[in-house]
């Protein structure tokens, strides 16, 4: 059996919700389960129609600050449990984190903190990786094979941003956060897109700014992360650049169960 998964920050349900291309995309998307992230708004404020969709389980995890971060995941299949806090208050209360639990996988969708200007969160941030790396090795070591998507707010590597010469001094691009993404990798874990694809020039989020979506300008910043041991699943792992209606594209996975 194979199923497929998709990530997308959306930068906004409520937003995306106004735009056509979203509907579009959504009602004729093939994926078994989709996470959204930076939905931006409260449980009590997301709109009927994104909230409860015909023929999916749907959960989600909002912040306790109003229009900020946010997670949604939507499944078609049902799920055997559901975690919606990581154990740490500071980052609980920023809705960062939701767990899904299925037969056979364990699916965390995520939103990394941005560093922010002058790396001002930064150490927030490198707080919140090594909770996630610790969590999802635990999880690991007991015997649960793990997905992680979202929007990590890291390039990995040169090949993943157009100018990296310009942007070492950049939140998403900064030597601690790199090398912390290379350290979880040497954890045990894959980045599932670099399985298949090896080139240059594929990137998910674009700014909005110097029509840099159009000139190429951008970021590969969205991942779909497993566990070594659950590597022999994976069949595909795609960048949909081409869907339009946030600043991010969605990114796919299939898996062969």
Request: with cysteine.
């Amino acid at each position: 059996m194979s199923i497929k998964l998709t990530s997308w920050n959306v930068n906004g349900i409520r937003a995306i919700n106004k735009k056509e291309v979203f509907h579009n995309w959504f009602n004729n998307n093939d994926s078994d389960i989709i996470n959204l992230q930076e939905i931006r708004a409260q449980i009590a404020d997301i709109p009927k129609e994104v909230y409860d969709v015909d023929g999916f389980n749907s959960y989600f995890r909002d912040a306790v600050k109003k229009g900020y971060s946010g997670l949604a995941t939507y499944s078609k299949i049902q799920p055997i449990n559901v975690v919606e806090k990581i154990g740490n208050p500071a980052i609980d209360d920023e809705g960062r984190f939701l767990r899904v639990d299925f037969e056979d996988f364990t699916l965390i969708n995520t939103y990394f903190p941005n560093s922010g200007s002058k790396a001002s969160r930064l150490d927030y941030k490198l707080e919140f990786c090594n909770t996630l790396a610790d969590y999802v090795c635990n999880l690991r070591d007991d015997g649960f094979n793990i997905i992680i998507c979202g929007d990590v707010n890291i390039a990995h590597k040169e090949i993943d941003i157009r100018y990296p010469d310009r942007n070492h001094e950049t939140s998403g691009f900064l030597p601690e956060e790199r090398q912390w993404l290379s350290d979880f990798l040497d954890l045990g874990f894959v980045d599932t897109f670099r399985i298949f694809n090896q080139e240059p020039d594929n990137y998910t989020w674009w700014s909005y700014r110097y029509n840099a979506r159009a000139k190429g300008i951008g970021w590969r910043l969205d991942y779909f992360f497993v566990n070594k041991e659950f590597k022999n699943k994976v069949l595909s792992a795609e960048i949909e650049s081409e869907v339009m209606g946030s600043d991010h594209c969605p990114i796919t996975l299939e898996l062969d169960l």
